[in-house]
Structure formats: structure tokens, C-alpha cells
């Protein structure tokens, strides 16, 4: 297949890029075209293949609310080629078996390869750790209890200690549930005008500073799931400056929104961490642009329609994240020029990459054939009827955003044609 006349990365000509045998073979200018097809790229940009740290695809035991099949399809129109799925499926991720089905199961479906995150301990009870080395060897490529906070600090450290053999991160999702049972949102003046029980700032960056406290001690990899928070993002800036093994990332839904989303009891922006104040979300843009925050992550949380159209109360949290991210981060980061392009390049491929230990893709000859093909400068509107997902809930339906995923390409094979899945 040969790619004709893309922006290649941040370059400022357009360049052909030849792709056989699921690699990049070849970029110049006028490459022959030979007996493959031919896509015209004129206008768009070749950017690396987007990878997600932190989705959830509810397959096995909750198809329900979507399945690997729409999963996969749904990234792939995103720009991403691989993504991280949570271990709170059903059975929970925390044994060989379940993590053999994922991966294969997932790799029958046209659409983003999935690398599962094993759960930390079994039954993502915090009680006793899973068999980490036998969960990596099956292809797991990172530990977490995912929405169950790592709660025991002796846990905590165990869990550090062992993952240290495995070469994988602990990623964990900073809640100190004791102060935040019932909550529905951040706790603050909106929480109170709407008569919400909040979820305080503090109970997260607790757990954050817990946990930079014993990866320091221990020599472990701690990963911070979707911070939310000002001091949250302090807390590791000053963490990464005195040498702690820590990475993080941050979610478009908190760089885009605040709590304000919530006011009308408007349950598809309840979210875990829930949306915070502009300043918060002003502190995560920082984060992103200096590097403390290493990746964008969507959490990608497919729901049930029956589950979001209930009271503010009973709604379940999260949101879908796939098909809204890039065109996020270029509209709340990119085009206000908080971030360049290298940047966005580096957060939602390259340092994802890296934390999953997938391999770099930079165009040379001999990279993986995983990219996207990027308008960056087109204006479209969200219409979540159109997702690939099964699932719909978004709080951005109707929204105008600049920049778009064309097409997507994983191992050489194109999978997304003008912004559609064509497996």
C-alpha cells in the first residue's frame, strides 16, 4: 500500500509512505505506487498510532454494555491501535485464563490490538496478590485493582515489591474511600448547590502521596490513574524531581471539563475521579504541557443507556473516551497552544508506548504499519449515534471540535476510512 502526499509527524512537506508486510518500508517523495492500492492523503497528517493506558472493553461477563468486538472498533476510530483494557471484568482479570481469552478473543476482531492490565490481587479484593509473573508471561502488561483503590499500604508495598520482577508498573486508581463513601461529585460549591454528597480533593492526592512514599522506598513503578487534581499533579512533579519511579496520566474529560457539567444532575459527566474546578483543570493542562503528566488516557467507561438514565444518585460513573480524544486534545490543548504538536505526538503515543513497552513507531523503515491519518484542522460536531461503541454516553454530544481522525491503519491493514470503521 502506498500513502500519498501526508505531513509526516511535525513535517512541513508532504511525503509517501510505502507500507508491505504489515511495516513502513519506505518514506520519500514520488514513491512508486506498484500493484497495492493507493491512498491520498492529501492534506492530512501521519501521526503514530494513539495507545490508551486505561479503557475498559466489559467483555468477558458485561457485553451488555458493549463487547471487544465494538471495543476495538470504537479505538480504531479514535486514532488508537492499542489499548490497555482494566482487569474489572467478569471473572476479574486475575488469572491466566481470563487474560489468554482477552487477548485471544480480542485479536479475531479488525480494530486496536488490546494488551490486558492484570489485576493486583485476587478478585481485586486488596487481600492477596495475583501471580504477577505468570499474569506477564501470559501478556499482561501492567498490575492494577482499577476502580478498587489499593486501600492497604502493607499491600501497597507488596505489590511494588513483587511487579519489580515482573518490569510492569502498579497502576493504581488514588481513592481514600473513607472519605468519599456516597459521594456523587467534587465536593465544592456546586456539590452543595446541587445537594450532592461530595468527593473531596483530598481523598485522592492522599492516596497519591502514599503511594509516591512507598515506590520511593521500595524502588517500584507506580502508575497514578486519571489525576484530577492541582496538588494531585504537584504531588508528582515534585515527586519525578527527586527520582521516584512514577508516571501518570490524565484524562480529556478532566482537561475539558469541570464540575459545571455536572449542574442540571447531568449523569454523563459523572465520572471516578469525578470532574473538578478550572483551576484543577488549568493544573492537569500544566502537567501535560511541562511533562509530569506523561500520557492522555481516556478511561473509556461504556455504559448501558439505562444505566446514565437514572437519578444523579443511582447512575453508574464514567463515560465512553475512544472517539472524542484526539479531537479533545486538539481543541482544549493544541489549537489554544498550551501544547505543540511534538508534545500531543509524545503523549498519546510515544510515552504510552514506552510505559506498555510496545514498540516505538517513528516512521523509519522497519517501524510497525500502526498510524492514523489526521485533519487537524477540521471542524465537526460529536454525535454519539454515530459511535462504533455499542455504548453512547458522552457528555459532548452536539459539541463542536477541531481536529479528526481519518483513517487508521493497524499492522499496514487500514481498518477506518473518512472518520469510519471498515474493519
Known sequence: MLIKNAYILTGTEPMDILIAEGQ???????????????VDATGLRALPGFVDLHCHLREPGQEYK??????????????????????????????????????????????????????????????????????????????????????????????????KMTGL??????????????SQMNEGIVSTMMGLKGYPAIAEE???????????YVGGWVHICHVSTAAGVELIRQAKARGVRVTCEATPHHFSLTEEACIGYNTMAKV???????TDRQAIIRGLADGTIDAIATDHAPHHP????QSFDEAHKGMVG??????????????????DLARLIELLSHAPRKIIHLPHMAFNPGDPADFTLCDLNV??????????????????????????????????????ENARFIG
Open 24 to 38: 513502513i518500508r519506505a518514506v520519500g517523495k514520488n514513491l512508486p505506487a506498484g500493484d497495492g492500492p493507493v
Open 66 to 163: 458493549d463487547d471487544l468486538a465494538h471495543g476495538v472498533a470504537s479505538a480504531a476510530v479514535g486514532g488508537f491501535t492499542d489499548i490497555a483494557c482494566m482487569p474489572n471484568t467478569q471473572p476479574v482479570a486475575d488469572q491466566k485464563t481470563v487474560i489468554a481469552y482477552i487477548k485471544k478473543m480480542s485479536a479475531i476482531c479488525p480494530g486496536a490490538r488490546v494488551h490486558p492490565v492484570a489485576a493486583a490481587s485476587m478478585g481485586l479484593k486488596g487481600e492477596h496478590l495475583t501471580e504477577m509473573i505468570t499474569l506477564k508471561n501470559e501478556g499482561a502488561v501492567a498490575f492494577s485493582d482499577d476502580g478498587s483503590p489499593i486501600c492497604n499500604a502493607a499491600f501497597m508495598r507488596r505489590a511494588l515489591t513483587y511487579a
Open 169 to 182: 508498573a502498579v497502576m493504581n486508581h488514588c481513592e481514600e474511600l473513607s472519605l468519599t463513601q456516597g
Open 206 to 216: 492522599m492516596m497519591i502521596a502514599r503511594d509516591l512514599q512507598i515506590a520511593d
Open 272 to 278: 471516578s475521579p469525578p470532574l473538578r474546578t478550572e
Open 306 to 309: 439505562d444505566e446514565k438514565s
Open 322 to 339: 475512544f472517539e472524542t480524544a484526539f479531537a479533545l486534545a486538539v481543541t482544549e490543548l493544541l489549537e489554544p497552544c498550551h501544547i
Open 379 to 416: 471542524r465537526w460536531v460529536v454525535k454519539p449515534e454515530h459511535f462504533a461503541s455499542k455504548a453512547k454516553n458522552t457528555p459532548f454530544g452536539g459539541r463542536e471540535l477541531t481536529g479528526r481522525v481519518m483513517a487508521t491503519f493497524v499492522g499496514g491493514r487500514q481498518i477506518v
